[in-house]
C-alpha cells in the first residue's frame, strides 16, 4: 500500500470574539492526534481565528480536513469548503464532522455513566438531558444531536435521554423545568465556547435545580485517539482504492 502524504487539519469554528484562547486548544488538540499518527503532520485551527485557515494550509501536499464540528451544517457545508477554494484547496477532501461519528455517541455513553458515578446516582434512575447549540435557521444541528440522543438511548441504561438546544426549543431551560427525580447534563459541544462556559450554567440556574454539567464532551480525554482512528480509517481506505 502506498505511503499517504497529505497534511491533516482539524478545524473547529471558535470563538469570534476571543479567538486566541480556542485556537491554541485547537493546536494543543492537533498535537494530541498527531502523536497517534506519527507518520503526518497534523495541524489545527479554528474559522474564528484571523488568518488562522491560511496559515494552516500553508506548505506542500493536499490537506485532509477534519471537522470539529458536531453537526454538517452550513459552517462544514458551504462556509468550510468556499474558504478552502478561495486558499486554493478546493478539491481538499472533508471527512465526518466528529459530532456524527458513531465512536463518539458511544463515548457519550461512557462519559454519562462516569458522570454518575462520580455524582453518586444510579443510571437508570437518571435522565440524561444532551445539550447541543440548535439553530433556528437550520435542522442539521438538532438533526445531529437527536443521531446522538437515539444512540445514547439504545444503549439502555439510563431512565430518559432527552436533547435540549440553547438556540431552538426545546431550549434548555424548559427541559431541564420539566426533569424529576435524578439528572445529569451531557454538553454536546467539540468546545468550551460561551454556550458551554455561560448559557448552561445559567439555565441551571434559572431552572432553581441541581442538575450537575459534565465536561463537554469535546474534552473528554478519548478524543485525540477517537479522532485519530477516525483518520487513519479513513485514509487507509483511500490509499487502498
Not at 486566541?20 to 486548544?25: F, I, K, N, Q, S
Not at 474564528?48 to 491560511?54: E, H, I, N, Q, R
Not at 453537526?71 to 468550510?80: K, M, R, T, Y
Not at 457519550?108 to 434512575?125: E, I, K, Q, W, Y
Request: glycine share 8%; hydrophobic share 45%.
Amino acid at each position: 500500500m502506498a505511503q499517504v502524504t497529505e497534511t491533516i487539519l482539524l478545524v473547529a469554528h471558535g470563538a469570534p470574539s476571543d479567538p486566541a484562547p480556542l485556537e491554541a486548544v485547537l493546536q494543543d488538540l492537533a498535537r494530541a492526534v498527531g502523536r497517534d499518527l506519527p507518520e503526518y503532520e497534523v495541524r489545527g485551527t479554528t474559522l474564528a481565528m484571523p488568518d488562522g485557515l491560511a496559515s494552516a494550509l500553508d506548505g506542500p501536499g493536499r490537506p485532509v480536513i477534519m471537522p470539529v464540528f458536531m453537526a454538517g451544517g452550513w459552517f462544514v457545508n458551504s462556509f468550510l469548503p468556499k474558504r478552502l477554494h478561495e486558499h486554493g484547496h478546493g478539491g481538499a477532501r472533508v471527512l465526518t464532522p466528529l459530532g456524527l461519528l458513531p465512536e463518539l455517541h458511544t463515548l457519550c455513553v461512557s462519559a454519562a455513566l462516569d458522570g454518575c458515578r462520580r455524582h453518586g446516582v444510579g443510571p437508570s434512575a437518571t435522565a440524561l438531558v444532551l445539550a447541543a447549540h440548535g439553530s433556528a435557521r437550520s435542522a442539521k444541528s438538532a438533526e445531529a444531536a437527536r443521531i446522538a440522543t437515539a444512540h445514547i438511548a439504545s444503549a439502555g441504561r439510563f431512565r430518559k435521554v432527552v436533547p435540549a438546544y440553547v438556540e431552538e426549543t426545546p431550549f434548555l431551560g424548559e427541559v431541564f423545568a420539566s426533569l424529576s427525580g435524578p439528572a445529569l447534563c451531557l454538553p454536546f459541544f467539540a468546545t468550551a465556547a460561551d454556550h458551554v462556559r455561560v448559557d448552561l450554567p445559567d439555565a441551571v440556574a434559572e431552572c432553581r435545580r441541581s442538575i450537575p454539567i459534565l465536561p463537554h464532551i469535546g474534552s473528554h480525554p478519548k478524543i485525540p485517539a477517537l479522532l485519530a482512528g477516525h483518520i487513519r480509517r479513513c485514509l487507509t481506505v483511500a490509499a487502498s482504492v
